[in-house]
């Protein structure tokens, strides 16, 4: 029989696996928080820690009555599953406990950038590889689509979620369906800290056309849209307004 310890070191194992890999472990969001939030209230049991895994679930209660893939379906859909993206919450917990090992850690002049990084993504799309060459090698990698970054002052994380609208295409002679997957996927939302979820997402044009359409100008523009754009905005907005067919815009 296995003791408490040799069962421990066993969960430590799988953790870093967990985080790597999370569509092994999870097919959906819901899936995820089941997994991970379970893992963790084993790992803090064992090592009498329950009030601290209490508080991470008192923190969570702030992602809203769904859970914590409920903000993130909201905003870009029920038929995403947000595996990673609800993993990624996971992984700061773990590690702000002691149970999950990053590869680095950003001191203050690393992690200095990070504080401007809304004006650095702006109105425009932003590929992976330019967001590693902006800020180097992120603190952890979930799956293939959400990098993390953590500062060593062990302050809130920042996360740059990407997604990748994969294309289908029939495999002449063979019968089948083939998906076309990017190298280099877009950042579709960046995560910085914040006291909310709304206030923490910040959207690159990838993401605002995922959420809004290709339309978002005219309603939602942003501090980095141009004096023109926003000139010309307004006055469709006028157009939509006057006609009777478009009813009231909530």
């Known amino acids: 029989m296995r003791s408490m310890e040799e069962l421990k070191q066993q969960w430590l194992a799988e953790v870093s696996s967990l985080f790597a890999r ?3 472990y999870a097919r959906s969001g819901p899936e995820m928080e089941l997994v991970a939030g379970g893992r963790l209230r084993d790992l803090c049991f064992l090592d009498g820690r329950d009030d601290e895994f209490e508080q991470v679930v008192e923190a969570l209660r702030g992602f809203g009555k769904l859970g914590v893939h409920g903000p993130f379906a909201a905003i870009f859909g029920q038929e995403r599953r947000c ?4 993993a990624s919450v996971y992984a700061e917990h773990y590690h702000r406990l002691g149970y999950l090992t990053v590869d680095r ?4 002049a690393g992690w200095s950038p990070m504080s401007s990084v809304a004006d650095w993504v702006a109105d425009r799309d932003v590929h992976r590889s330019e967001v590693e060459a902006a800020f180097g090698p992120p603190s952890c990698r979930i799956g293939k689509r959400v990098w993390c970054y953590a500062p ?5 994380w920042v996360f740059f979620d990407c997604w990748d609208e994969a294309p289908q295409r029939y495999v002449p002679n063979k019968g089948t369906f083939d ?3 990017e190298a280099d996927p877009l950042v579709r939302d960046i995560r910085i800290p914040a006291d909310d979820f709304d206030s923490s997402l910040v959207l690159t044009l990838y ?3 995922l959420r809004w ?3 978002w100008w005219i309603h939602r523009p942003s501090d980095a849209t141009s004096e023109q754009t926003k000139a010309i905005a307004a006055q469709l907005q006028q157009i939509e307004a006057a006609d ?4 009231r815009r909530r």
């Open 22 to 24: 999370p569509e092994m």
């Open 83 to 86: 595996t990673a993206e609800v």
């Open 105 to 108: 850690l950003l001191d203050s």
């Open 152 to 156: 060593a002052d062990g302050g809130g």
């Open 179 to 181: 998906r076309e997957v």
């Open 207 to 209: 993401g605002r056309v």
């Open 213 to 215: 359409g290709p339309g």
């Open 244 to 247: 009777p067919s478009q009813g």
